[in-house]
């Protein structure tokens, strides 16, 4: 069951080349960066990646494990990372994919005259293929 909000311990280690995340109860879930502010903020957008990964593919999410239970190295510290999954999830689906497509010469200078957004003529024409309205897929 997908829930709204995740919240996982991840150990943050200190190297002389930067700072690297690792979330000990997800496996292939790391990031790096130079600062710890940089890293934490990229720790949530690969938790929340993640895990949306895990609902899609309907994966089993673990229990996250105590943070007082983690085993640590002397350059490493825990921190708990939350993801608010509503919002990640919204952002992920709307966020827009390049399309290449392919339509005769004689139609594209007739658009390029009319001044046609192509993306959104092909946004509006599958909506109404699939029968979709418009409002209910951009609420989402």
Not at 22 to 35: A, K, N, R, S, Y
Not at 47 to 60: R, S
Request: include cysteine; charged fraction near 25%.
């Amino acid at each position: 069951m997908k829930k709204d909000i995740y919240i996982f311990p991840a150990i943050l280690s200190y190297d002389d080349d930067g700072i690297s995340v690792e979330f000990p109860d997800l496996p292939g879930c790391l990031t790096c960066g130079d600062t710890t502010e940089e890293v934490i903020e990229r720790a949530k957008e690969a938790l929340g990646l993640h895990i949306y990964g895990m609902e899609e593919d309907n994966e089993l999410i673990p229990e996250p494990t105590n943070i007082k239970d983690l085993n640590l190295e002397t350059n490493q510290i825990p921190i708990l990372i939350d993801i608010i999954m509503p919002i990640h999830r919204k952002s992920i689906e709307n966020y827009s994919v390049k399309k290449t497509l392919t339509i005769p010469q004689w139609l594209n200078k007739e658009a390029l005259k009319h001044d046609v957004n192509f993306s959104q003529v092909l946004q509006d024409a599958l909506k109404d293929y699939l029968g979709l309205s418009s409002k209910s897929k951009s609420n989402n």
